[in-house]
């Protein structure tokens, strides 16, 4: 990430993505974009965003999503001996990952599905 700019993972066929960029554009915020449909995240770097919004990875699942139940991500644990499962899953399968999500320089980050989310963070 670029110093001083934000970083979103965006789908540009997704609205609420399209919608975060346009929200970082009216605020004049630069921001750099990562198709992470075209560049999957590596299980470090979800790690560590993970770690930057303070949740689990099933947290940041889509579980509606087709694949999901192709997984039986359903019948899935949720505790810290499964997080590695979701991880991989994730990775493997980065369609699964909730968007957009943007990372700040300072640190920060959110799952930002709507203006109120984006402001707060910025």
Same mark, same amino acid.
């Given at each position: 990430?670029?110093?001083?700019? #934000? $970083?979103?993972? +965006? ?8 919608? /975060?960029? /346009? ?10 974009v990562r198709k992470y449909l075209d560049q999957?995240? %590596? &299980?470090?770097?979800?790690? $560590? !965003?993970?770690?930057?919004?303070? *949740? ?7 579980? @509606?999503?087709?694949? *999901? #139940?192709?997984?039986?991500? *359903?019948?899935?644990?949720? %505790? ?10 994730? !990775?493997? +399968? ?5 968007r957009p999500i943007v990372l700040t320089a300072? @640190? /920060?980050? =959110? =799952? &930002? ?10």
């Amino acid at each position: 990430m670029t110093s001083g700019q #934000a $970083e979103i993972w +965006h789908n540009p066929r997704c609205s609420k993505s399209r919608n /975060a960029t /346009a929200f970082l554009d009216e605020a004049g915020i630069g921001y750099t974009v990562r198709k992470y449909l075209d560049q999957p995240p %590596t &299980a470090a770097e979800l790690r $560590e !965003v993970l770690r930057r919004l303070g *949740a689990e990875p099933w947290d940041i699942t889509r579980t @509606g999503e087709q694949i *999901a #139940a192709d997984l039986g991500m *359903a019948s899935w644990g949720r %505790t810290a001996a499964d997080r590695d499962r979701w991880i991989e899953a994730l !990775v493997e +399968h980065p369609r699964l990952i909730q968007r957009p999500i943007v990372l700040t320089a300072d @640190g /920060a980050a =959110v =799952v &930002a599905r709507d203006d109120a989310t984006l402001r707060d963070l910025l």
